[in-house]
C-alpha cells in the first residue's frame, strides 16, 4: 500500500490524501483552505479523476469536503461518506459557492454531479473496491463525522480525519476499536493545547445566560451553524433554561438535516426537545420582534463574520444589559478575533466600543492533547504515524512526543510526501 500527501501537511486546511492498493486508488477527503485576506483559495495537490477508483469524504467540513465537486467536471467517480456527511456537505458547498462567487473551478452542475455520484455509507459497513477494503468508524468530531480503515494485501491504514475522542453533548465518542494497524494519520489540531473539560465550559456558559437574563438581557451566541449551535440549544434546555430561545440564520436548515439522521446523535430526544421549543426565524421582519423579552439568539457566523451576525451586533452590542458570548473558535482577522482582542465591533465603516458583556468559552470540536494521547494509547500492532492537520510547531511537537512515548517511527510529513507499508 503507497499512501501520497496531497494536502493538510503542516497546515489546517486541503485535507487530501492518495492511497494506492496495488493498483486500486482511493482518495481520502480533498478540501480547501480559504485564502487569508482575500487572495484566493488552495486546494490538495491535483489529481486525475480518472486515476480515482473511489472518493471517499470523512466529513461534512470543507476543509475535507470542499473541493471534492473539482473532480466532477467530466468525472465520474464512486464518492463515498454517511449520509449525514452528504447532506451537510451539499449544503455547506453551496454556500461556499454563494459567498465565494467564480473564486472556485467548478459550480452547481459539478456539485449535483458529485451527488449523482453519491454513495451512503454507514459506520462498520465494510466496502470492497478492487484490492482495497474500507469501512468508515465514528469520529465524535460532527454529525456523520468518520475516520477511515482501509485495508489491503494484509496492511491496515488509519486515518482520523477530525476526531474529537470524548465525543459532545450531540455526538457519541470516538470507535478506536479497530484492531492492529500498520499507519496511522493523524491530525494534530490540538497537538499542544489542553482544553478545560467540556462540563466546566457548559456550567460557565449556563452560569453567564442567567445573569444575562436576570438583568433583563438578551444573550447573543454567535455559532458555527453545523452543530455547534444545536448543542447550545441542548446546553441550555438540558439546564432547565426557562427563556426563550432563538435560532436564525443556516442553523435552522442544520436543524431540519439533524432530525433526518437521529440515528448519528448521541441522545435524539434532549435534541429533539431543545430544537422544538426554541423559536425559529424564518424573515427579517420576525427578527426584532422576537427579541422583545429577555432571551438568547443563537446565529451564525461563529466567527460574525456576515450574515445574520451582523444585524445582531448592531442591535444588542450597545446595551449593557446584554451578553455575547462566544463559543466557537476564532481566527486571525476575523470581526469576532477582533471583538476579543479590542472590545470593539465595526458598524458602517466606524469601530465602535461594545457596551454589552463579552465573554469568550471553550468548545472546540477537536480532541486536544491529553485526549490524542489517549487516543495513542489505544492504538494496536507498531504503525507508522503520520501527524498532520495542525501547524507546523503542532504537528512536529506531536510526532516528536508520539516517538518518544510509544516508539513509533512518526513524522510530519510534507506536500508530495509518499510512504509504503
Ligand atoms: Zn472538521
Ligand atoms: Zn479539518
Known amino acids: 500500500m503507497d499512501v501520497k500527501v496531497l494536502g493538510a501537511a503542516n497546515e489546517v486546511g486541503r485535507s487530501g490524501f492518495l492511497v494506492n492498493c496495488n493498483g486500486t486508488k482511493l482518495l481520502l477527503d480533498y478540501g480547501v483552505m480559504f485564502g487569508k485576506r482575500g487572495s484566493p483559495p488552495e486546494y490538495p495537490l491535483h489529481v486525475k479523476p480518472k486515476d480515482i477508483d473511489a472518493i471517499i469524504i470523512t466529513h461534512a467540513h470543507l476543509d475535507h469536503s470542499g473541493n471534492v465537486p473539482s473532480l466532477f467536471v467530466s468525472g465520474n467517480t464512486d464518492v463515498y461518506a454517511t449520509p449525514p456527511t452528504f447532506d451537510l456537505s451539499k449544503m455547506l458547498i453551496e454556500d461556499m459557492l454563494k459567498i465565494e462567487k467564480n473564486a472556485h473551478p467548478f459550480g452547481l452542475p459539478e456539485v449535483n454531479n458529485m451527488m449523482k455520484n453519491a454513495k451512503e455509507i454507514g459506520f462498520k459497513q465494510k466496502v470492497t473496491k478492487g484490492n482495497a477494503t474500507f469501512e468508515f468508524r465514528e469520529s465524535g468530531h460532527v454529525i456523520g463525522g468518520s475516520t477511515v480503515l482501509v485495508e489491503s494485501e494484509k496492511k491496515r491504514l488509519f486515518y482520523t480525519g477530525d476526531i474529537k475522542t470524548n465525543g459532545s453533548r450531540m455526538l457519541r465518542e470516538m470507535d478506536m476499536d479497530i484492531g492492529e494497524i500498520d499507519l496511522l494519520i493523524t491530525e494534530s489540531t490540538y497537538a499542544k493545547t489542553e482544553q478545560i473539560p467540556r462540563k466546566e465550559s457548559e456550567t460557565q456558559l449556563i452560569e453567564f445566560a442567567n445573569e444575562v437574563m436576570d438583568r433583563k438581557g438578551i444573550l447573543f451566541i454567535p455559532s458555527f451553524s453545523v452543530e455547534r449551535s444545536q448543542e447550545m440549544a441542548c ?38 426537545e431543545a430544537i422544538k421549543s426554541s423559536t425559529a426565524i424564518r424573515e427579517h421582519a420576525e427578527r426584532k420582534r422576537a427579541m422583545g423579552e429577555p432571551c438568547v439568539v443563537i446565529s451564525p457566523a461563529g466567527m460574525l463574520v456576515g450574515g445574520n451576525a ?81 501547524d507546523s510547531e503542532s504537528c512536529d511537537m506531536f510526532a516528536q512526543e508520539i516517538h518518544e512515548k510509544f516508539g513509533f517511527e512518526t513524522y510530519a510529513p510534507a506536500v508530495n510526501d509518499e510512504i509504503t507499508i
Open 235 to 272: 446546553i441550555l434546555r438540558s439546564a432547565n433554561f426557562k427563556h426563550k430561545i432563538i435560532m436564525d440564520g443556516m442553523a435552522l436548515k442544520v436543524n431540519e438535516i439533524m432530525f433526518k439522521h437521529p440515528e448519528y446523535l448521541r441522545d435524539p430526544k434532549i435534541f429533539s
Open 310 to 390: 451582523v444585524y445582531y451586533l448592531q442591535q444588542l452590542s450597545f446595551n449593557n444589559k446584554n451578553g455575547i458570548a462566544l463559543v466557537s473558535y476564532q481566527g486571525e482577522g476575523t470581526p469576532g478575533k477582533k471583538l476579543l482582542d479590542t472590545g470593539k465591533v465595526s458598524t458602517r465603516g466606524k469601530d465602535l466600543k461594545v457596551q454589552a458583556e463579552v465573554k469568550q468559552f471553550q468548545f472546540s470540536g477537536h480532541a486536544d492533547k491529553k485526549e490524542l494521547f489517549d487516543m495513542i494509547k489505544k492504538v494496536k500492532g507498531n504503525p507508522k504515524v503520520w501527524t498532520v492537520h495542525g
